[in-house]
């Protein structure tokens, strides 16, 4: 049970992570498209463009977008359990081995 709850903490620690992460990156990502787009706009109107493609061809190369989609799916399944539901099953379980009775599930 204690584990369950140390993997939700990590998950939940690990998503705010990687969504802040992923936040900074698309920003990284978008100025960079950004200023892609304003060179060949520039060396358009100049008629420069045939010039830099002859010296270096891959100048032009399509520039990927940003992956927006991230497996955040693990140990979603896990009960959502915190530290104080886990200790008054761990007293129950106490409780009920220590008077030699059979126990209720709740």
């Not at 802040?20 to 463009?49: A, G, M, P, V, Y």
């Not at 008054?88 to 009775?101: A, G, H, P, R, Y």
């Amino acid at each position: 049970m204690k584990e369950t709850v140390r993997r939700n903490e990590f998950t939940k620690s690990n998503k705010q992570f990687t969504r802040l992460i992923s936040d900074l990156l698309k920003n990284i990502h978008e100025n960079e498209s950004n200023q892609r787009k304003l060179f060949n706009t520039k060396t358009s109107s100049l008629n420069q463009h045939f010039i830099l493609n002859i010296l270096f061809r891959n100048l032009g190369e399509k520039f990927e977008p940003f992956i927006t989609e991230l497996k955040q799916d693990f140990d979603d399944k896990l009960p959502q359990l915190d530290e104080l539901e886990v200790n008054d099953i761990e007293n129950e379980i106490i409780t009920c081995l220590k008077s030699d009775q059979s126990c209720s599930v709740t």
